[in-house]
Nanobody, 124 residues
Framework: QVQLVESGGGLVQAGGSLRLSCAAS????????VGWFRQVPAKEREFVGI???????KYADSVKGRFTISRDNAKNMVYLQMNRLKPEDTADYYC??????????????????WGQGTQVTVSS
């Protein structure tokens, strides 16, 4: 069974930075592709980005150039580095994961595993 636990959320001023962590209890971890979604309460979830096991990445246009996904296979950790944060980045952030090949990375239901979320608030 795969379990994902996010941490690192909090309150930050606009223009600041924050790094979210996703701890994955998975075997094997090295072949697990991990991405990120975000959601405002009562709103639809929005794709943020994904890092495949090959190291390639894809980001939503709204965060491209500001957010970066990285991973440490030795520690079973995935990170979302968020820079130049804006108030519209305020949301609950979720890490998601899937084994094997898939193409619809922007679809929440394409993944097999989901974390519980961590809250990020960006003040003006």
């Amino acid at each position: 069974q795969v379990q994902l636990v996010e941490s690192g959320g909090g309150l930050v001023q606009a223009g600041g930075s924050l790094r979210l962590s996703c701890a994955a209890s998975a075997r094997p971890f090295s072949t697990l592709s991990v991405g990120w979604f975000r959601q405002v309460p009562a709103k639809e979830r929005e794709f943020v980005g994904i890092r495949w096991t090959t190291g390639s990445t894809k980001y939503a246009d709204s965060v491209k150039g500001r957010f970066t996904i990285s991973r440490d296979n030795a520690k079973n950790m995935v990170y979302l580095q968020m820079n130049r944060l804006k108030p519209e980045d305020t949301a609950d952030y979720y890490c998601v994961a899937k084994y094997g090949q898939f193409s619809q990375y922007g679809d929440w239901d394409s993944y097999n595993y989901w974390g519980q979320g961590t809250q990020v608030t960006v003040s003006s």
